[in-house]
């Protein structure tokens, strides 16, 4: 006979009456007890449980059914000694009758019932005795439809794979896999709890003495209105937490670039009135510049931080990356700082947000009972505040550390602004000290230059950074370069002004200069020769000035000559004498003599223009040909040579031919 549980979707059998030897019931004992039967069940031990099955955590990733079985064997032997029948006791384990039945008798048949309250054996010896009967069992909804890829999703695991990218892998990769993202989430899931706990996976709770430990943080609370710039910028809060009291520090700040760093901590150590032994900070630059990823890996600090460490006499103790509980007190902090303060309030502004601030972190965040030391922090602050270290005598000037690179116009970038340094420097890497008022540049250890910082005006350039030989060629100005020609006479300053003047349209600025600077290595008296000498044959080019004082020309004395004044003609062939005047100098001369005459521009000007009549538009330019060609023929620069048919070109190509001819 059955009745109906108390829980929906279970029966509950009423205790069973003797039976004969034929097996039929006697029908006078239904109902009665087995104390009233005359038939007293065997004294068994009860075992107090603490947790009901439906309570029961399971370690491994086991199934909710399994950590039912487990708490049910555990309980099995906690309501026997109350004389309930088996009606009662399925309801109370949260297990059918049937499955109650049938554990009872597995662990009597076993003899685990029997015996001392207090000797019960362990959960683990009763699920052995259980599982040695029963065997185990799963449902079909426990079995995962992706077991069979078990295996090869260990194996993405081991590569630190998110289900996500297992999934998509097995899909992409595996035309038979079948299985869901969610499928793949769970095996994820039971395969991560069967994975054994390592040592190093637990976090070892650190308990600090007074003033000997602080940790900091930035955490990111929303757009506030900047006053200066009058618009929404982001916002950080910066937070110094004392370790043993928990007493914090909080102020709000437009960015975490490293002058604002140390200006938090010194307002911090300021407002507790005293530094502690060891900051605890994150890995941001401003503090770390190459965090340590491993014991065997030293952490590279900013030389602006150390400074301010060693200013003040405390040490920094990086946190390891990726691990905010080690610095769990701060991390908690700011959740608590953003919660309780920036979460109902809103501000006009910073100023606003930092004025209301202060007055929390007294009245609210240092009146509170904190959650781990039980106590107010401001009481415990009163105990640590005789153990911290005292303010150093002297204020911090905020001194900014940065490692820059030298440009190739030898100049070092720092805050949108160029600073000369030495040149033989350029590519390498440097060391910048800035403090409110300097800049100091370090090579090696050793300061190279220092500049005045924030100096308005165009960025400066000096002349003891740049090589010798190459700073006059900043200045682009023909001032400048005639005064440097002055400095070597009156003659030199002549030339040069004939340079500039050479060319109506081509700026002559780098053939002065070059000239200018050759002439400075020689003494005064060789340079105004040579300009002498290269102003005498028309020679305006660098090179000419460069040969005579390579050849030692200028040591020789100007050729004297008599040339008879002739009256200036409008025809080519009336200045027959003249174009051949060269020809009174020795033959040794004429090369360089004609470069000057009236014949070799008319020549140049021919091989420059392919057209006859743009270069002589004029009616005589036939007979001038005819007197150059003449000319060039009887110095023997040229060479005739018979053209077969000359006479048959018409009149107006015949000078054409000729052209070519030479």
């Not at 308005?456 to 006059?472: C, F, K, N, T």
Request: hydrophobic share 35%.
């Amino acid at each position: 006979m059955e009745s109906a549980c108390k829980r929906p979707g279970y029966k509950t059998a009423v205790s069973s009456p003797n039976r004969d030897e034929f097996g039929q019931t006697d029908r006078s004992e239904i109902g009665q007890t087995d104390r009233e039967r005359g038939n007293p069940r065997p004294v068994v031990r009860g075992v107090v449980c603490l947790r009901s099955s439906r309570d029961f955590v399971s370690p491994g990733g086991r199934s909710e059914s399994e950590a039912n079985r487990d708490g049910s064997i555990a309980r099995i032997g906690a309501v026997a000694p109350h004389g309930h029948g088996v009606s009662r006791d399925g309801p109370t384990l949260g297990i059918t009758p049937n499955t109650e039945r049938q554990y009872r008798e597995i662990l009597a048949a076993e003899g685990l019932l029997v015996g001392a309250v207090d000797a019960l054996p362990e959960l683990v010896e009763l699920k052995a005795a259980v599982v040695k009967h029963v065997g185990e069992k799963r449902t079909p909804q426990q079995t995962s439809s992706v077991e069979r890829w078990s295996k090869t999703v260990q194996a993405m695991m081991a590569k630190e794979a998110t289900p996500k990218a297992i999934y998509d892998c097995l899909r992409l990769e595996h035309q038979e896999f079948a299985g869901s993202l969610p499928a793949i989430k769970r095996l994820y899931a039971r395969l991560c709890g069967e994975t054994p706990v390592e040592a190093t996976d637990i976090a070892i709770p650190v308990l600090s003495a007074p003033g000997e430990i602080a940790q900091v943080d930035f955490r990111y609370v929303g757009k506030l209105d900047d006053p200066v710039q009058g618009v929404l910028r982001k916002a950080w809060v910066f937070v110094m937490v004392l370790t043993y009291s928990r007493h914090l520090f909080a102020r709000v700040v437009f960015d975490q670039l490293v002058p604002t760093w140390m200006a938090l901590h010194v307002e911090a150590f300021k407002h507790f009135g005293g530094v502690v032994e060891t900051v605890v900070p994150d890995n941001l630059k401003a503090a770390v510049v190459r965090a340590a990823f491993g014991v065997s890996e030293q952490p590279a600090l900013n030389r602006s931080y150390r400074e301010l460490a060693r200013h003040y006499g405390f040490k920094i103790d990086p946190a390891p990356p990726y691990s905010p509980e080690k610095k769990g007190g701060v991390e908690s902090a700011v959740k608590y700082v953003k919660r309780n303060f920036f979460a109902p309030r809103d501000f006009a502004d910073i100023h606003d947000a930092n004025r209301r601030l202060d007055a929390w972190t007294v009245e609210i965040a240092g009146q509170r009972i904190h959650g781990s030391t039980h106590e107010r922090p401001l009481e415990r602050f009163e105990i640590e505040r005789s153990s911290l270290r005292t303010l150093p005598p002297t204020p911090f000037e905020c001194v900014q550390w940065k490692q820059v690179t030298v440009h190739t116009d030898s100049q070092i970038e720092f805050e949108r602004r160029l600073y000369p340094v030495p040149w033989r420097l350029m590519g390498k890497k440097v060391w910048v000290q800035a403090t409110p008022k300097t800049i100091a540049v370090y090579w090696e250890d050793t300061r190279v230059a220092t500049h005045q910082r924030n100096k308005p005006g165009p960025p400066e350039v000096y002349d003891q950074y740049l090589p010798d030989q190459r700073s006059p060629l900043r200045y682009p100005s023909q001032s400048f370069w005639l005064e440097r020609a002055a400095r070597l006479g009156d003659e030199v300053v002549a030339y040069v002004r004939e340079v500039f003047a050479c060319d109506d349209v081509l700026s002559q600025l780098r053939t002065v200069q070059a000239v200018v600077t050759h002439l400075e290595k020689f003494p005064p008296a060789r340079a105004q020769a040579a300009c002498r000498r290269a102003q005498y044959y028309g020679n305006y080019t660098y090179p000419g000035v460069r040969d005579i004082l390579r050849q030692g020309l200028d040591r020789e004395p100007l050729p004297v000559v008599v040339v008879p004044a002739a009256t200036p003609t409008e025809r080519p062939r009336e200045a027959g004498d003249e174009l051949f005047t060269f020809t009174q100098f020795p033959p040794a001369q004429w090369k360089a003599l004609r470069t000057t005459n009236a014949i070799e521009r008319i020549n140049e000007e021919f091989r420059r223009r392919t057209k006859m009549q743009a270069s002589l538009p004029n009616e005589d330019a036939e007979d001038a040909v005819v007197l150059l060609m003449f000319g060039l023929l009887c110095n023997g620069q040229i060479r005739l040579r018979r053209m077969v048919g000359w006479k048959d070109l018409p009149r107006t190509n015949r000078s054409v031919g000729m052209a070519e001819a030479a």
